[in-house]
């Protein structure tokens, strides 16, 4: 089972290119990078681990900034979101990004990508939050029309692109009905959740790996009504707090690579957790 980490990286913790360079040396999988452009002072929306918001959202580096470095310092770790929040971008921005920073790295970019938990923060975007799930999946449509290798036009209910030459590339060739870099969608288990995945997406991630032994089952099966490969499906349970029972579990499960959640906190702390974590390794 491949082992990666997720860490809010922010001002005051330890830096990307010194964790990316650990990680490296130590054997992990991947380095996974939340992101918040902001956090409104004045919020109603509830913090969905419950208590206080944890000082480190508000701080968080741009997620797409800080893997550029890390895959300039690195040659086999994996880099990813977890998650970045497709309804506040430009997706033909977006699209550009994630391509650039896919084709530099040599096709080691994961896109984790989710519908956000923070109204007040995604209305500061100007998006409309009973409708967020459909932009995303709008804007991952227009963003796959743009990987495309041929120019390709969209046109959907929240936005349009003309068939257009936008290069690089993402290095991941077309499976079934997704073009471009590996993609994974965070969020609760739910029929619409599924329905987006096996449309759009190469699997999920779900937060903190629980109910997989329900869950899987009903997603599978989502994945086969859509057409889609059994064997190409990817579920990687995400921000985990890891025992060797519950590893263990996991690999019963499928499940091939498994995200540990890191303490956003400066070099010493986080390298005393990646000690502590090399068992799994």
Known sequence: MRIAVTVFLTDETIAPVRLARE??????????????????????????????????????LDPFVALGQAAAVTERLGL???????AQHDPIALAKQIATLDHLSGGRFTFGLG????????????????????LVRD????????WSEEPTAYDGEFGGVRASHAHPKPVRKP??????????????????????????????????GRGLTESLPVLRSAWADAGRDPSALHVVPYAVQPTPGKLAHYAESGVEEVVLQLPSA???EV???????????
Not at 271 to 281: E, F, I, N, P
């Open 271 to 281: 390298l005393r957790a990646l000690d502590g974590y090399a068992a799994y390794v």
């Open 266 to 268: 400066g070099e010493a």
């Open 139 to 146: 804007r991952m449509r227009l963003m796959q029309a743009l």
């Open 115 to 134: 519908y956000g938990w923070n109204a007040e923060e995604a209305a500061d975007h100007g998006v409309d939050w009973r409708t967020r799930r459909e």
């Open 175 to 208: 499976r079934g009905p997704v073009t471009g870099p590996r993609t994974l969608v965070g969020g609760a288990a739910g029929p619409k959740l599924f329905a987006h995945i096996a449309e759009y997406a190469d699997g999920w991630l779900p937060i903190g």
């Open 80 to 86: 990813g979101t977890g998650i970045s929040l497709p």
């Open 23 to 60: 990680l490296e040396q130590r054997g992990f999988a991947g380095l996974y990078l939340p992101e918040h452009t902001h956090i409104p002072v004045e919020r109603t929306t509830p913090y969905p681990a419950g208590g206080d918001l944890p000082r480190a959202y508000g701080r968080t």
